[in-house]
């Protein structure tokens, strides 16, 4: 009857044993599942602030050429009124001179 409870006493250690040993496995196998994964998951919020990146930069030069070419029409309906309204003022103005010229001649 020992022997059996010996046998007994040395197949659950041996069992206690290989069941450490898969535990250690499962555990070392599950960290470095475990790192992979929050590796590929810092890899992929990089890509995603790198993409969300790009974007805004790529709105903001759209944003600035828009603006520049806004500016451009502006400028140039500027300088079209003063080229329109040029002659006049010259006219008024020489007419002034004129004037004036008149008023200390008398």
């Known amino acids: 009857m020992?022997?059996?409870l010996e046998g007994a006493d040395a197949e659950r250690e041996r069992i206690i044993?290989?069941?450490r040993r898969d535990a250690g496995q499962l555990m070392t196998a599950a960290r470095a599942e475990a790192a992979a994964i929050?590796?590929?998951a810092g890899q992929r919020a990089q890509a995603a602030r790198d993409e969300a990146a790009r974007r805004m930069l790529a709105l903001a030069k759209d944003e600035v050429a828009s603006t520049v070419a806004r500016a451009e029409r502006e400028a140039e309906r500027t300088r079209e009124?003063?080229?329109q309204r040029m002659?006049?003022?010259v006219d008024r103005a020489v007419d002034l001179i004129w004037q004036l010229?008149?008023?200390e001649d008398q």
């Open 2 to 4: 020992l022997a059996l």
């Open 101 to 103: 010229q008149a008023e």
């Open 17 to 19: 044993v290989q069941a």
């Open 81 to 83: 009124l003063a080229r």
């Open 38 to 40: 929050a590796a590929d």
């Open 87 to 89: 002659p006049s003022l």
